[in-house]
Structures are given as C-alpha cells and as structure tokens.
Nanobody, 123 residues
Framework: QVQLVESGGGLVQAGGSLRLSCAAS????????MAWFRQAPGKEREFVAG???????YYADSAKGRFTISRDNVKTTVTLQMNSLKPEDTAVYYC?????????????????WGQGTQVTVSS
C-alpha cells in the first residue's frame, strides 16, 4: 500500500516555473514506477512524465524540454520541475504509483493516486 501527497501547486504567470512534490509512504517505494498526470476541466486525465527506478525518465511530448521528473528513493519523494509554463498547462496535477514492470502512460496502469494539486498559469 502506498499513500501519496502532492504539494507545490499554485498560480504563476506564463513563462514562469513551479516545482511540484509528492511524498510517498511505504517501504517499497523504489520498486514503483512513479508518474505525474494532469487533468484540465472537461478533459481526460493525461500522462505528463514518468520515472522508473530513477534510471529512466519518460515524458509526454507536451512536457519534453520544459518539465523534469526526478525521485529520491531515500526520502521517498518524486518531484516535477516545470519551466516555461503555458496557460494550457493549467490543470490539477496528480502523482501516481504503478507496480508495472514497464513504463506505462495510461492512467489505468497506476495503482495509487494522490489527491491532486492545482496549477494555474495565467497569460
């Protein structure tokens, strides 16, 4: 069982930066694929970035070059550094954990979810 708690959301102007953090409980944190998803009003939840064991990171096209995912297996945290933010990045951002043995992008592959944190980017 894993419990996830996100923090770091807020309001930022276009072109600015935000750093989201996710604190995870559980003794097997290092074995999980960790990811960030987001969901804008009226839209489906979409994959943003993932990390497998700290050795492999993968991103949605919309996040490449602007967002960076990282994890600390000792502190059991995962972060999402978001730079050059755009108004279309506005959404609720969710941290998720998967017991998968590959690098999933579908929400259904993730077993555990945080409560979400709001990110709003003004133009």
């Amino acid at each position: 069982q894993v419990q996830l708690v996100e923090s770091g959301g807020g309001l930022v102007q276009a072109g600015g930066s935000l750093r989201l953090s996710c604190a995870a409980s559980g003794r097997t944190f290092s074995t999980y694929v960790m990811a960030w998803f987001r969901q804008a009003p009226g839209k489906e939840r979409e994959f943003v970035a993932g990390d497998r064991s700290g050795a492999y990171q993968y991103y949605a096209d919309s996040a490449k070059g602007r967002f960076t995912i990282s994890r600390d297996n000792v502190k059991t945290t995962v972060t999402l550094q978001m730079n050059s933010l755009k108004p279309e990045d506005t959404a609720v951002y969710y941290c998720a954990a998967s017991t998968s043995d590959y690098t999933p992008r579908q929400p259904t592959a993730y077993n555990y979810w945080g409560q979400g944190t709001q990110v709003t980017v003004s133009s």
